[in-house]
């Protein structure tokens, strides 16, 4: 069974472009959580998608977006990329319905460098 | 002030030790604390959860929650180099039926052979 993955596993950017991130959620998971972990801090959260609509959104600016495909995968995009994104970007995700959806399993995150 | 505060260490003890991990937080509307523990180019596991103040032990870890002094702790004992790793505490206030974590900033931890 595998668990939560993402792609790619690194990226570097120039400043002012626009990235894509992706997001496959565990097997029998529906509810896909979004993160941005600076180094040396804690994750940030940035949106939950269920039933391929945003349900809940953190302190991020609009450039942040994202999607969920009918098969539950998830997508982040950022726009205008700024310095101050280069971050490892975290999908967890979790089952809607289960009791505790703070049960989230973390993959392993993508590197994004924007120079 | 964050809402949740943990030192970032790193903390260094020999195989073997007790380890003890701790964050202070300030907002009294959480109700669930978890500890997660993050390897190097990984992302975070969750180790443990619980929701009341006590203890909870699960092998060589124990979770504590002492919400009077909004302070919890994670306990390892028996220490192996193989728990080097950053832990990461976080918490919940469950709104609207959705469960958003906020975390700490994670402690290092080093154990040595």
């Known amino acids: 069974d595998a668990g939560v993955t993402q792609s790619p596993t690194h990226l570097i950017k120039t400043r002012g472009q626009q990235v894509t991130l992706r997001c496959s959620p565990k097997?029998?998971?529906?509810?896909v959580s979004w993160y941005q972990q600076a180094l040396g801090q804690g994750p940030q959260f940035i949106f939950q998608y269920y039933e391929e609509e945003e349900r809940q959104r953190g302190n991020f600016p609009d450039r942040f977006s994202g999607h969920q495909f009918p098969n539950y995968s998830s997508e982040l995009n950022v726009n205008a990329l700024l310095l101050g994104d280069s971050a490892l970007y975290l999908c967890?995700?979790?089952?809607?319905?289960?009791?505790?959806?703070?049960?989230?399993?973390f993959g392993p995150g993508t590197r994004l460098t924007v120079t | 002030q964050k809402e949740v505060e943990q030192d970032p260490g790193p903390l260094s003890v020999p195989e073997g030790a007790i380890v003890s991990l701790n964050c202070t937080y300030s907002?009294?509307?959480?109700?669930?604390f978890m500890w997660y523990r993050q390897y190097s180019r990984k992302g975070p596991e969750l180790l443990m959860y619980t929701y009341s103040s006590g203890n909870k032990e699960d092998g060589r870890f124990t979770a504590q929650v002492d919400k009077s002094s909004k302070y919890i702790s994670l306990f390892i004992r028996d220490s192996q180099p193989s728990d080097s790793a950053t832990y990461l505490c976080?918490?919940?206030?469950?709104?609207?039926?959705?469960?958003?974590?906020?975390f700490g900033r994670g402690t290092s931890l080093i154990v040595h052979p």
């Open positions: 907002n009294s509307a959480f109700q669930y």
């Open positions: 976080a918490m919940i206030t469950p709104s609207g039926g959705s469960y958003i974590p906020t």
């Open positions: 097997s029998g998971h529906d509810t």
């Open positions: 967890a995700s979790s089952f809607h319905a289960a009791t505790g959806t703070y049960e989230q399993y």
